[in-house]
Every structure is written in C-alpha cells, then in structure tokens.
C-alpha cells in the first residue's frame, strides 16, 4: 500500500510539474505555432480526428487584469468567426469535426453558436480528472468567487465545419451584441473587433 501512495504522490507532482513548465512556456508556444492561436482568449489545436477549441491559455486568463466570463464570451464568438473564414478559404475541410469543454460556460451557450453536446468518453474524463484543480481554479478566478466544477453536468459540445460555417449570421449577431453590451475597452480588443466585419459576407 505504502509503494502505491508513493507512486500517487509522483505521478500528482508530475502532473504539477508539468502544467507549471507549461504555464512558464506559454509564450513560447504561442511565438513558435505549436497552436493556432486567433485572439488572447480562443486558440485551437488540430489533431487528426479533429479541431480541439480552447479558451485562452491559464497564463493569460490569470495574467489579464480586466479578465471576465462575459469578456471572454466575446473573444469565443471572435475567434469562431475567425475560423469560420477558414473554413470558407478551404483550409479547413467541411466534414471537419470541431469540439471542446465548455467548462468555463454552460452548454447552452454553445448551442447558440449550432454546437450539439455529448458525454464525456473514459478517457476524456481521466484527462479532465487530471486537470481539475486547475480549471476550478480558473473557473473561481472568472466568476469572481469560489466554484467547483460539477463533474456530473461537464459535456463535450461539438459540430463540424459545414454546420459552423451555416451559423456564421447568427454568430456575427451575437458577437456585435454581445460586444456592444459589455462595452469592452481594451486595446487589443479593439484591434481584435476591428478584423470583425459588421455583416456577414
């Protein structure tokens, strides 16, 4: 028993390791293209199968001091109408599946953008088990106030590329709203809206 905690313990501190080497590197990941990064709070990352979203990097969530949960709703419709035109240059193939975990949001918001949601698959949950205390976290530090993640309500939202690219209207809707509802003055913002057009095309 004595050998299985020693072995918990090492592969806990690995793990630690691990995402404080990662949070030090940040910059470096984003300087070299190891992700395609479209904005500071929406980045992805192409695997095989398909197109994993993410919500910004934990360095820069932390780092930003005007950080919010709305603010980075804005950057997530931003950084979906950025793909979007690559899904229209042909870069990206129209059958390409696009999904992520929404744990920053509720699975509604997502499907105001035409995303559907699922289950988590066994190995989609050991890999968010390992990453818990981290994004809770987060989660804490975007809500301003201690939360948990509920494990139980956590889904996998997804669609593919045709579906999205469909959607563009109603997500350049919600991004010009959203925008003039927050009223978001930030100068990388700013120069972020302004690559946004005001109708769709």
Do not use: W
């Not at 709203?177 to 302004?194: G, M, T, V, Y």
Request: proline fraction near 2%; aromatic fraction near 14%; include cysteine.
């Amino acid at each position: 028993m004595f050998y299985i905690y020693i072995i918990l313990l090492t592969i806990i501190f690995l793990i630690i390791g691990l995402r404080i080497i990662f949070f030090l590197i940040t910059p470096l990941v984003k300087k070299y293209n190891l992700v395609k990064v479209y904005n500071p709070f929406f980045f992805i990352r192409e695997k095989r199968n398909y197109i994993e979203i993410h919500l910004g990097f934990a360095r820069d969530l932390i780092l930003n001091n005007d950080f919010s949960k709305r603010k980075v709703l804005v950057y997530l419709a931003s950084g979906l109408l950025k793909l979007i035109n690559e899904i229209e240059s042909g870069r990206i193939e129209l059958n390409r599946i696009i999904q992520g975990n929404p744990y920053f949001f509720k699975t509604s918001n997502f499907q105001n953008f035409g995303f559907n949601s699922r289950d988590l698959y066994c190995f989609e949950k050991i890999r968010f088990y390992l990453n818990y205390v981290e994004l809770s976290i987060l989660k804490s530090y975007t809500s301003k106030k201690l939360v948990l993640i509920k494990i139980d309500k956590l889904k996998i939202v997804y669609t593919d590329a045709r579906t999205l690219l469909a959607n563009k209207n109603k997500i350049l809707s919600i991004y010009h709203r959203l925008k003039k509802e927050n009223e978001i003055i930030h100068n990388s913002f700013d120069d972020e809206a302004q690559a946004i057009p005001k109708t769709a095309v």
